[in-house]
């Protein structure tokens, strides 16, 4: 059974860094073919798709937030870290991680919820 | 890398049919075979209903059924049942590796 859960602070000060941990079982992340994505969801809102992190190293992130993120992964701990800066209040979201076994994303995380504010 | 656009919202009545559409552009939607679609209820992570434009995973209803043409995918419920109130998202492969989601769509069983 492959599960994913994701960790991290539940709030974050304005212009800080946000980091999260997504710590994931069933599968290894040195599988060819394999990634693990982030993705977010602010409350009411459409889900939008931040980062990738394949089996090889190769990363991808949102274009539009490119600039801010950064995405790595422990194989051994079996963990993908995502690690967002400048935080701001419009980042307040839900965070999921997601295998990514092809090109769609299943199954997810729970999701961690993230309120920036002062 | 904007959006698919797909309506707020789409209500039917007890086991009638309803089609949600999400539209995209050539350099995604159009593009590539990989349109999937998720469904998500209210404080609970989406879940994987159709992938690669119209296969169903294991144990996924076959009331749930994705076709596409040109830049427009579909998701079709047949027989809607009460369950099926949720959200509806799509989300396309995009080229290089990266990936579009949807706007998202409330579906309302009346």
């Known amino acids: 059974q492959i599960t994913l859960k994701e960790s991290g602070p539940t709030l974050v000060k304005p212009t800080q860094t946000l980091t999260l941990t997504c710590t994931f079982s069933?599968?290894?992340?040195?599988?060819?073919?394999?990634?693990v994505g982030w993705i977010r969801q602010p409350p009411e809102k459409a889900l939008e798709w931040l980062a990738l992190i394949y089996w090889d190293d190769d990363v991808r992130y949102n274009p539009s937030l490119e600039s801010r993120l950064t995405i790595t992964k422990d194989t051994s701990k079996s963990q993908v870290v995502l690690t967002m800066t400048n935080m701001d209040p419009v980042d307040t979201a839900t965070y999921y991680c997601a295998l990514r076994p092809y090109h769609w994303f299943d199954p997810w995380g729970q999701g961690t919820l993230v309120t920036v504010s002062s | 890398q904007s959006a698919l656009t797909q309506p707020a919202s789409v209500s039917g009545s007890l086991g009638q049919s309803i089609t949600i559409y999400c539209t995209g552009t050539?350099?995604?939607?159009?593009?590539?075979?990989?349109v999937s679609w998720s469904q998500q209820y209210p404080g609970k992570a989406p879940k994987l209903i159709i992938y690669?434009?119209?296969k169903r995973p294991s144990g996924v209803s076959n009331r749930f059924s994705g076709s596409k043409s040109g830049n427009t995918a579909s998701l079709t419920i047949s027989g809607l049942q009460a369950e099926d109130e949720a959200d509806y998202h799509c989300?396309?492969?995009?080229?290089?590796?990266?990936?579009?989601f949807g706007t998202g769509t409330k579906v309302t069983v009346l």
């Open positions: 690669e434009d119209n």
């Open positions: 069933g599968f290894s992340l040195s599988t060819n073919g394999l990634g």
């Open positions: 989300c396309s492969y995009a080229g290089s590796s990266s990936y579009v």
């Open positions: 050539s350099s995604d939607v159009g593009n590539y075979n990989f």
